[in-house]
Nanobody, 123 residues
Framework: QVQLVESGGGLVQAGGSLRLSCAAS????????MGWFRQTPGKEREFVAY????????YYTDSVKGRFTISRDNAKNTVYLQMNSLKPEDTAVYYC????????????????WGQGTQVTVSS
Protein backbone atom coordinates (compact mmCIF):
# COMPACT_ATOMS: atom_id res chain seq x y z
CA GLN A 1 0.00 0.00 0.00
CA VAL A 2 2.84 2.37 0.89
CA GLN A 3 6.31 2.12 -0.59
CA LEU A 4 9.31 3.84 0.95
CA VAL A 5 12.65 4.35 -0.79
CA GLU A 6 15.70 5.68 1.05
CA SER A 7 18.62 7.43 -0.57
CA GLY A 8 21.59 9.60 0.34
CA GLY A 9 23.77 7.15 2.21
CA GLY A 10 27.46 6.82 1.60
CA LEU A 11 30.94 7.02 3.05
CA VAL A 12 31.94 10.05 5.09
CA GLN A 13 34.76 10.94 7.46
CA ALA A 14 34.13 11.43 11.15
CA GLY A 15 32.85 14.94 11.74
CA GLY A 16 31.27 15.13 8.32
CA SER A 17 27.64 15.31 7.24
CA LEU A 18 25.13 13.40 5.17
CA ARG A 19 21.50 14.03 4.30
CA LEU A 20 19.23 11.02 3.90
CA SER A 21 15.98 11.17 1.98
CA CYS A 22 12.96 8.89 2.02
CA ALA A 23 10.42 9.13 -0.77
CA ALA A 24 6.99 7.71 0.00
CA SER A 25 4.02 6.70 -2.08
CA UNK A 26 0.45 7.13 -0.89
CA UNK A 27 -2.11 9.89 -0.55
CA UNK A 28 -2.05 10.16 3.24
CA UNK A 29 1.63 10.95 3.75
CA UNK A 30 1.01 14.10 5.77
CA UNK A 31 -0.96 12.11 8.35
CA UNK A 32 1.74 9.47 8.89
CA UNK A 33 4.32 9.46 11.59
CA MET A 34 7.61 9.07 9.72
CA GLY A 35 10.50 7.46 11.52
CA TRP A 36 14.16 6.76 10.96
CA PHE A 37 15.78 3.64 12.38
CA ARG A 38 19.22 2.10 12.01
CA GLN A 39 20.75 -1.34 12.26
CA THR A 40 24.23 -2.86 12.33
CA PRO A 41 24.99 -6.57 11.72
CA GLY A 42 24.04 -8.75 14.66
CA LYS A 43 22.18 -5.97 16.48
CA GLU A 44 18.53 -5.09 16.85
CA ARG A 45 17.13 -2.30 14.72
CA GLU A 46 17.05 0.84 16.84
CA PHE A 47 15.05 4.05 16.79
CA VAL A 48 16.72 7.26 15.65
CA ALA A 49 14.04 9.92 15.12
CA TYR A 50 10.43 10.52 14.17
CA UNK A 51 8.34 13.30 12.70
CA UNK A 52 4.63 13.37 13.53
CA UNK A 53 1.65 15.66 13.04
CA UNK A 54 2.90 16.76 9.62
CA UNK A 55 6.23 17.66 11.19
CA UNK A 56 4.99 19.68 14.16
CA UNK A 57 6.16 16.99 16.58
CA UNK A 58 9.67 15.55 16.43
CA TYR A 59 11.58 13.23 18.72
CA TYR A 60 15.17 11.97 18.79
CA THR A 61 17.07 9.25 20.55
CA ASP A 62 19.57 10.72 23.01
CA SER A 63 22.65 9.64 21.07
CA VAL A 64 21.79 11.85 18.08
CA LYS A 65 20.27 14.90 19.77
CA GLY A 66 22.00 18.06 18.66
CA ARG A 67 23.56 16.33 15.66
CA PHE A 68 20.67 14.95 13.59
CA THR A 69 17.58 16.77 12.36
CA ILE A 70 14.47 15.15 10.92
CA SER A 71 12.31 17.18 8.57
CA ARG A 72 9.64 16.56 5.98
CA ASP A 73 8.18 18.07 2.85
CA ASN A 74 4.60 16.85 2.75
CA ALA A 75 4.02 18.27 -0.73
CA LYS A 76 6.82 16.01 -1.99
CA ASN A 77 5.96 12.99 0.17
CA THR A 78 9.52 13.04 1.43
CA VAL A 79 11.14 12.88 4.85
CA TYR A 80 14.78 13.78 5.48
CA LEU A 81 17.43 13.08 8.06
CA GLN A 82 20.21 15.64 8.19
CA MET A 83 23.17 14.08 9.98
CA ASN A 84 25.97 16.35 11.18
CA SER A 85 29.07 15.72 13.27
CA LEU A 86 28.98 12.07 12.30
CA LYS A 87 30.78 9.52 14.42
CA PRO A 88 32.01 6.02 13.55
CA GLU A 89 29.33 4.61 15.85
CA ASP A 90 26.70 6.11 13.54
CA THR A 91 27.70 3.55 10.92
CA ALA A 92 24.63 1.47 10.09
CA VAL A 93 21.97 0.75 7.55
CA TYR A 94 19.38 3.48 7.96
CA TYR A 95 15.72 2.64 7.41
CA CYS A 96 12.73 4.86 6.81
CA UNK A 97 9.39 3.78 8.28
CA UNK A 98 5.79 4.99 8.35
CA UNK A 99 3.18 4.63 11.08
CA UNK A 100 -0.45 5.27 10.22
CA UNK A 101 -1.81 5.47 13.73
CA UNK A 102 0.57 6.86 16.33
CA UNK A 103 3.71 8.81 17.18
CA UNK A 104 6.16 6.35 18.66
CA UNK A 105 9.77 5.25 18.91
CA UNK A 106 8.78 1.57 18.97
CA UNK A 107 9.60 -0.21 15.74
CA UNK A 108 6.81 -2.76 16.18
CA UNK A 109 4.26 0.02 15.75
CA UNK A 110 5.41 1.02 12.27
CA UNK A 111 3.43 -0.32 9.35
CA UNK A 112 5.72 0.23 6.36
CA TRP A 113 9.48 0.03 5.86
CA GLY A 114 12.00 0.92 3.22
CA GLN A 115 14.91 -1.32 2.27
CA GLY A 116 17.54 0.87 3.84
CA THR A 117 20.57 2.90 2.83
CA GLN A 118 24.11 2.31 4.09
CA VAL A 119 25.90 5.01 6.07
CA THR A 120 29.58 4.42 6.82
CA VAL A 121 31.58 6.84 8.94
CA SER A 122 35.34 6.40 8.88
CA SER A 123 37.67 7.37 11.72
Amino acid sequence: QVQLVESGGGLVQAGGSLRLSCAASGRAFSSYTMGWFRQTPGKEREFVAYSAWSGVSTYYTDSVKGRFTISRDNAKNTVYLQMNSLKPEDTAVYYCAADRNSATREKRSYDYWGQGTQVTVSS
